[in-house]
């Protein structure tokens, strides 16, 4: 994931209003370098000969292109230490919706990194927690004990949701695993072993594990692994950019719904669980789509026996303006998964809840009936921590409400970009903004993305599809300049199209 040009960005002193943070009674502060501050201090010169002596960016880029193999991202985009092409950027602390670079160079975080950041970076209510946590428990296996956090925090989810008996992975990925193989166990324990089968929507996008791939519908992402997969059927999406002319929303899910009807009248013996992102399908470009699409679908799965597996992985938290995005359209599922945003962008942590008609099938004197999935790390209390501090936040700060309000201004910011003669199909829902750009570059993505962080702003297209997802804290001053260096980085990138050379070489979301 990083960075597509070789250019230096130039020192941008972004307008850093902090007021906006949440009304707590610790307010944050700017960034600080602590006197003995390791990131800051040049790092091993061996290491690092190739580089100019005084930048700290280029040493620590040279050592992570040493050591470090990102993730998502062909390698030779950044080349290596002796001939590095596109710079990594190595950042070294952040606040509220600025990252820092080692230069001290600081950047606007437009997609939250990768859209897990709630209430800013460094949040000092998450931060006071972990540090109590750290003087308590910093973690004990979740087998055979509990600890305090794990509890409140199943409880929160519970009263949350309205379903129960959390249970604990790291990532986004390990919860869409827990999810189907909660799902599949279930029936074969209710004796209907062949409901084993998954269904997904086309262009979902559920993780990159072996079992999540097989539900995630982007060539990119499991062709080269197709062979390794069980692949899950898909059915088509209600994408409610097919609404054109007399067409609405509301009749591209009715017909989507129609499909998945169909299919599902033919399949539903052998089929376990369907799983979708509410809302908002976020890895294929933010395609949005109607809440009536959510009400039927859990009308066909309660009459074909089939599990409904919501992943809010993406869109819970309020992103999409509800705590939960299937909120908007009144309905219950089966399973939840949740993660990125339950830990405020802090830790690692993922957790699916479901019904106690779905537990009570495993409660039993076989321990083969049980659910048979641990992690090392499942219910870590630090990351339970983080996660009980982040719900604190929505509690105390009124942040759903004061969402409608940023979400308003920041649309009114992205006018120019919306009516940019080029950029089509803008739409949003909550915190999430997204515009489809007419371009022949093909490597749009990456274009665009090193002309916003020449700008000071972290954008990174899906394909054509640019679009914002910021922390909530987002300021007036701070999303005027976000969208401004939208428009500008558009205006630059579409300016390249006449003599534009392209390259095939780079990471998958933007750049
Ligand atoms: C909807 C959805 N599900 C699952 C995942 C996978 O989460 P992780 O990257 O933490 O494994 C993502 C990640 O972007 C996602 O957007």
């Not at 097989?214 to 069980?230: G, H, S």
């Not at 499909?259 to 809302?279: G, K, R």
């Not at 009400?295 to 993406?314: G, N, P």
């Amino acid at each position: 994931m990083h960075r597509t040009s070789g250019l230096t960005p130039p020192r941008i002193r972004p307008p850093l209003d902090l007021s906006h943070q949440c009304d707590l009674s610790h307010e944050p502060k700017p960034p600080t370098r602590p006197e003995h501050d390791t990131y800051n201090r040049r790092p091993d010169l061996e290491s690092a000969s190739a580089t100019p002596m005084n930048d700290l960016n280029a040493e620590w880029r040279n050592r992570s292109l040493k050591a470090v193999w990102h993730p998502c991202t062909q390698m030779k985009l950044h080349g290596t230490a002796e001939q590095p092409r596109h710079a990594l950027i190595p950042i070294v602390r952040a606040q509220g919706v600025w990252l820092e670079d080692a230069q001290g160079q600081k950047f606007l975080d437009g997609i939250s990194s990768w859209w897990v950041n709630l209430f800013g970076h460094n949040h000092p209510h998450i931060r006071q927690a972990l540090v109590d946590q750290l003087d308590r428990l910093d973690h004990v296996m979740l087998a055979g004990f509990t600890h305090p956090p794990v509890v409140e925090l199943s409880e929160r989810l519970a009263a949350l949701t309205g379903l129960g008996h959390a249970f604990y992975g790291s990532d986004g990925a390990s919860a869409t695993e827990i999810a189907l193989k909660m799902s599949a166990h279930f029936w074969r324990n209710a004796g209907r072993a062949e409901k084993c089968k998954f269904l997904g929507l086309q262009g979902g996008y559920h993780g990159e594990t072996v079992g999540a791939l097989a539900v995630t519908d982007i060539p990119l992402f499991r062709t080269a692994y197709a062979p390794l997969l069980r692949l899950g059927a898909t059915v088509p999406s209600p994408d409610a950019r097919r609404a054109e002319g007399s067409i609405t929303p509301a009749m591209v899910a009715e017909e989507a719904a129609a499909q998945l009807e169909a299919w599902l009248d033919e399949h539903h013996p052998c089929t376990a669980a369907i799983i979708l992102e509410p809302m908002v399908q976020c890895a294929s470009g933010m395609v949005m789509y109607h809440p009536l699409y959510l009400q039927r679908v859990r009308d066909l799965c309660t009459r074909f026996e089939v599990h409904l597996v919501l992943d809010e992985i993406a869109v819970g938290f309020g992103r999409t303006g509800t705590m939960f995005a299937h909120q908007q359209a009144g309905i219950h599922p089966d399973f939840i998964c949740l993660s990125k945003g339950l830990t405020g962008g802090t830790l690692p942590l993922s957790a699916v809840l479901t019904t106690d008609g779905i537990y009570e099938a495993f409660y039993d004197d076989d321990v083969a009936r049980g659910f048979l999935h641990s992690h090392s790390y499942t219910g870590n209390p630090l990351a339970c921590r983080a996660a009980l501090a982040t719900l604190d936040l929505f509690e105390q700060t009124g942040i759903l409400e004061k969402n409608v309000q940023t979400s308003k201004r920041l649309w009114t910011q992205f006018a120019p970009l919306s009516n940019h003669p080029r950029a089509h199909h803008a739409r949003k829902l909550g915190m999430i903004f997204a515009w489809d750009i007419e371009t022949s570059l093909p490597d749009f993505a990456k274009r665009y993305a090193a002309q916003a962080l020449a700008r000071g702003v972290i954008l990174r297209p899906i394909g054509h599809t640019v679009y914002a997802m910021p922390p909530y804290v987002i300021s007036d001053s701070e999303g005027k300049f976000l969208a401004e260096a939208a428009f500008a980085a558009l205006e630059a990138t579409l300016a390249q199209e006449s003599h534009a050379q392209t390259s095939r070489v780079g990471t998958i979301d933007g750049v």
